[in-house]
């Protein structure tokens, strides 16, 4: 795998769909240091082992233009709109009561800053911002095709965070022994946020401290966010009073190691089952607000359209496809009262 250096980074890459820019901050203290430069390094294996495109920004020699190179990379990383694009920031922040910034060597950042250098992709964008006074940025780059997480649900919650510390450890789970929430052999971005946000709370439950940050999920583009103690599982079991689509839904269908069931996908099919779950998911959660009749209806049609899918295959059995590493059909016709599709994993 080619290495090589950028500005105050590096990158390697062997042609993935999946591109990971991690920016490590001005740390302020020596220990702060550390702590960040341990968590990127934890990332970086675990996106070498996945064979991603990685970037870093902060973790080499100080020329004082972090922003700029965050700039630069950001520009190169979007001028193509299709695979993923995750930006993770790992540092601290600060809010002045109108706009957050990501503290970098040299100039900082701000949220709207970073909105706009991502604006030029249009899908397929992750953001992780795991500083402190994180909360506003969820508000400043939320919107369709994006998965947004912070540490902190407001600008106010001005401490060090645990959550970044917390973060990379989840997506480092290798054999996903604490992440893997719903068993199906890979860790989504939605377990990792969740595994993450619990143990934040257990850090400071065992010491008796009173938490100074709250996490927040964004991926349905409200701006709004969503806590981890709305799910069970990974499944929201909470109801906003407005009715909209919940969070977690498309988080849980990013994974930056997929599984070798989920690569066997052809990406088409994979985007359209995507879809296919995601009306799942949604009408699950509408239920409640529709006649039974309405409800096994517009189910059943997601169904039969995902048993096409893999018909397109030429998969004719369930063990067929399990044995050619392309999963499960859709047990529409054995599950439908349960709403269960294969590809859901378990939900």
């Not at 991603?52 to 233009?65: I, L, P, Q, R, S």
Request: proline residues 2%.
């Amino acid at each position: 795998m080619l290495i090589f250096g950028v500005g105050s980074g590096e990158v390697w890459g062997n042609g993935s769909d999946r591109a990971v820019l991690v920016v490590v901050g001005t740390p302020g203290e020596e220990e702060y240091e550390e702590l960040f430069l341990e968590a990127e390094g934890v990332i970086a294996n675990r996106c070498l082992e996945a064979g991603v495109e990685y970037y870093v920004v902060g973790a080499g020699v100080d020329e004082g233009k972090d922003r700029e190179e965050v700039e630069r990379i950001l520009s190169e990383l979007t001028a193509a709109d299709d695979g993923e694009l995750w930006v993770i920031l790992l540092g601290h922040g600060t809010y002045d009561g109108r706009e957050a910034k990501f503290n970098v060597r040299g100039a900082d950042f701000s949220a709207t800053e970073l909105d706009a250098w991502l604006a030029p992709k249009k899908e397929g964008v992750i953001v992780v911002n795991t500083a402190s006074s994180s909360g506003p940025f969820l508000g400043g780059i939320s919107g369709p095709g994006r998965v947004v997480i912070t540490a902190t649900k407001s600008g106010d919650e001005v401490f060090l965070t645990q959550f970044g510390r917390l973060f990379a450890e989840a997506l480092g789970d290798e054999e996903g022994e604490q992440s893997d929430l719903d068993g199906d052999g890979q860790v989504s971005l939605l377990e990792v946020f969740l595994t993450a946000s619990r143990g934040v709370s257990e850090y400071y439950a065992e010491r008796g401290l009173l938490a100074t940050e709250h996490s927040l999920l964004d991926d349905n583009g409200d701006k709004r966010g969503t806590a981890a103690d709305w799910f069970s599982g990974v499944r929201v079991v909470k109801k906003a009073k407005e009715d909209v689509t919940p969070d977690g839904l498309r988080a849980h269908q990013v994974h930056l190691v997929p599984s070798e069931d989920e690569l066997a996908l052809p990406t088409a099919l994979r985007k359209r089952r995507d879809e296919l779950e995601l009306e799942v998911m949604q009408l699950r959660y509408a239920k409640e607000e529709m006649s039974d009749e309405a409800y096994y209806r517009k189910l059943e049609r997601v169904f039969v359209e995902m048993a096409a899918l893999y018909d397109e295959l030429g998969r004719e059995s369930v063990h067929d496809a399990k044995r050619n590493g392309v999963g499960e059909f859709p047990r529409g016709e054995e599950s439908a009262d349960k709403g269960v599709l294969s590809g859901e994993r378990a939900r």
